[in-house]
């Protein structure tokens, strides 16, 4: 069973920067699209990015000019580069994946375990 381990999250002031991490561990036939999205206190779980195989990149609008979204399919890696940190940024934020276990399988669906990213003073 694959799960998926993400780092990097914290406490930054506004205007500061992160990166998360989350890398897919163990053996498997291909990743196919990754995303990240975050969920703040009492909120739904919000899709803020997403790249593909093609490395074709889609941001909503609260992030898009300061997130940017990469993957490294050597390492089975996603990146979430996040510049410009505002209050309203604090979240927990979740990777998510589209994995093959195996040829001809079908499309598998994981989640990270979340990394709390907090913005303030």
């Known amino acids: 069973q694959v799960q998926l381990v993400e780092s990097g999250g914290g406490s930054v002031q506004p205007g500061g920067s992160l990166r998360l991490s989350c890398v897919a561990p163990?053996?498997?036939?291909?990743?196919?699209?990754w995303a990240w999205y975050r969920q703040m206190p009492g909120q739904q779980r919000d899709l803020i990015a997403r790249i593909n195989v093609a490395q074709t990149t889609n941001y909503a609008g609260s992030v898009e000019g300061r997130f940017f979204i990469s993957r490294d399919d050597e390492k089975n890696t996603v990146y979430l580069s996040m510049g410009d940190l505002k209050p309203e940024d604090t979240a927990v934020y979740y990777c998510?994946?589209?994995?093959?276990?195996?040829?001809?399988?079908?499309?598998?669906?994981?989640w990270g375990q979340g990394t709390q990213v907090t913005v303030a003073s």
């Open positions: 163990g053996n498997f036939y291909r990743l196919d699209a």
């Open positions: 998510n994946v589209n994995l093959r276990l195996a040829f001809g399988a079908s499309t598998t669906n994981l």
